[in-house]
């Protein structure tokens, strides 16, 4: 099967893509968490083929990561092999279709959108991540979510096979989809949207999407995004700011002032324990008060 990004195969040296023992903090929009025992940075489907080729030869563990955000990267490290996806970034536009390997960055994919008189997307602005992790989590907000675009996606198993599936709408899923819990890799994705001649207007429409998150703070301090889903019927964040526990503060990890839902990063100190630390207090808090479970958006990664 061919992907509509094309890669031309050739020999590869698996020394220059895997490394041993890599800090990961700088990969999450947390800035916390510890090493991975090995790191690859495929920058091509061959290389990625050859890193989980490499993994599945030594019985490792694989684990993904791009954009670093929803995630909370333990300070223990990830053991077996980490796989960086920021490498696969290349895209194109082809009719409405909007094809972008999974590593790109969502606000970049947006924007190569509207410079095609593309539009779709513009509530996503200012949402941290890439494709990828969009499309596994299914992000979005309250007007869209990203699957109601997509037309298909090229994934690999862990084996180096390479499917493509189609979402059907029997498959959309609150903050979740098809790919939840399996073991595969993003590779490749197509986005249908909308013709829109006006690109100026667009452009404005996304940029106010993204100074709304600027006005409640969500980008004043490190964070993941929302550390928990919405429960059905309810808010999260207004759960978890009734219960009095907005400024909540462990360690450095504080419950934000302006987006409950949110747990910052306030020290260079902080560590991605004390924010565990803290989403667990607030979780059995709301619980003990509301009788509510929340259930983690944030997921967590390495040795817990």
Not at 88 to 107: E, F, K, Q, T
Not at 222 to 242: D, H, T, V
Request: hydrophobic share 40%; aromatic share 8%.
């Amino acid at each position: 099967m061919s992907t509509t990004i094309r890669n031309e195969s050739e020999k590869i040296n698996i020394d220059q893509i895997i490394r041993a023992n890599v800090p990961l903090r700088m990969h999450s929009t947390y800035r916390t968490g510890g090493a991975a025992d090995y790191l690859a940075e495929p920058g091509h489907l061959d290389e990625l083929r050859e890193a989980l080729r490499w993994a599945e030869e030594r019985n490792l563990p694989v684990t993904i990561l791009a954009g670093g955000s929803n995630v909370l990267i333990s300070d223990k490290g990830v053991e077996g092999l980490v796989i960086l996806l920021t490498g696969l970034n290349r895209h194109h536009i082809r009719g409405v279709l909007c094809v972008a390997h999974s590593g790109l960055p969502l606000d970049t994919a947006i924007n190569v959108a509207i410079e095609h008189n593309l539009s779709g997307l513009e509530p996503l602005g200012g949402l941290p991540g890439s494709i990828g992790g969009a499309v596994w989590g299914n992000a979005g907000v309250r007007e869209v979510s990203i699957m109601d675009f997509v037309e298909w996606v090229d994934y690999v198993d862990y084996g180096g096979n390479l499917f493509r599936y189609y979402p059907f709408k029997a498959d959309r899923q609150y903050r979740a989809s098809f790919f939840s819990g399996k073991e595969c890799v993003l590779y490749e994705v197509a986005l249908r949207l909308i013709p829109n001649k006006n690109s100026s207007e667009a452009r404005l429409a996304k940029e106010e999407s993204r100074n709304i998150r600027l006005r409640k703070g969500q980008f004043d301090l490190p964070s993941a995004g929302c550390m928990f889903k919405n429960p059905p019927g309810e808010s999260a964040g207004r759960l978890i700011e009734k219960t009095g526990l907005k400024q909540m503060n462990y360690h450095g990890a504080i419950v934000s002032a302006n987006h409950a839902n949110f747990i910052l990063k306030s020290s260079q100190d902080t560590t991605s324990a004390d924010i565990y630390a803290l989403s667990e207090m607030v979780r059995e808090k709301i619980e003990k008060e509301t009788s509510i479970s929340l259930e983690r958006e944030v997921q967590l990664i390495g040795r817990w």
